[in-house]
């Protein structure tokens, strides 16, 4: 059969559609057009704009140009094309849609036999775009906590605690978990005296607690906890590490600190510490 007697077929058909229709809408609105034949069908592809792989999952919406309304439709498969059958005659408008992708409007499509359209189309490649969001400026704001936890060590923020100002280095050491400071000044981690104390990475020398407690928190940057010392450091500390570590800059040169008490029966007592810091020359002592 050729294409002239299938037009002509076509021609019936719609003609004894549209007379039914009209005969069995009286009274109730007249011509509907989903009473039209369904052999309508309509194909095609999606790809992407920039990279033009097939898109699958696309949907693909068959809106009647007439009643606005979606009359059928579909989704892409996994090669990107689609093909959608059993549209009723009629005039069309396909809509493509996917997330984060400027939606496609296609159409007019005619539906039917004759010039200008046809029972069966084939709409071709619809490439799509990926849809720009202009945003407005946003502003981010982050907080490091006072305590970070690493692998191997346990690091203590101490310039961003406002609770040590005018406090001493023994106050700072306080508020680490698993280091404690007793009242005579002696220092344990997890309850084990056998520390290794350390000044920017040196070990101190003479009375460490007397060190400490003459040490100005607001000379302290920050204090690394070592639970698990690697062979590189003396093994007398084997409960684990303390380096102190002094800001850079703000403590230049010589400053130090003295502390005075007294008691009943004529009991006093005079300590102090002194530092001297030039670049990466450092001098400490205590008395």
Do not use: C, W
């Amino acid at each position: 059969m050729n294409s002239r007697y299938k037009t002509i077929i076509y021609f019936i058909l719609i003609f004894s559609t549209v007379i039914i229709a009209q005969r069995g809408g009286r009274g109730r609105g007249g011509f509907n057009p989903a009473n039209m034949p369904k052999i309508g069908v309509l194909q095609g592809i999606v790809v992407d704009s920039t990279t033009t792989i097939p898109m699958p999952y696309v949907s693909v919406s068959i809106v009647n140009m007439r009643s606005n309304e979606i009359v059928t439709g579909g989704i892409t498969d996994d090669l990107g094309s689609f093909n959608i059958r059993e549209i009723p005659m009629g005039r069309y408008q396909a809509v493509i849609e996917f997330i984060g992708y400027e939606k496609v409007n296609i159409g007019p499509i005619n539906l039917f036999p004759g010039d200008g359209g046809g029972v069966e189309q084939d709409i071709g490649t619809i490439v799509m775009e990926l849809s720009a969001v202009q945003m407005e400026e946003v502003d981010v704001y982050g907080e490091i906590p006072n305590m970070i936890y690493t692998v191997d060590k346990r690091i203590f923020d101490a310039k961003k605690d406002m609770t040590l100002v005018g406090g001493t280095g023994s106050d700072a050491l306080k508020k680490i978990p698993s280091v404690d400071v007793d009242i005579d000044g002696n220092i344990t981690l997890r309850g084990d005296g056998n520390v290794t104390m350390l000044i920017d990475g040196r070990p101190m020398r003479g009375d460490r607690r007397s060190m400490v407690e003459d040490l100005p928190a607001d000379m302290i940057d920050r204090i690394e906890v070592i639970t698990n010392p690697s062979a590189k450091y003396d093994p007398d500390g084997m409960a684990g590490i303390i380096n102190i570590i002094l800001k850079r800059g703000r403590f230049e040169g010589m400053n130090g600190s003295a502390t005075i008490t007294a008691g009943e029966y004529s009991r006093y007592n005079l300590s102090g510490m002194v530092n001297y810091r030039r670049d990466k020359f450092n001098i400490f002592s205590n008395g």
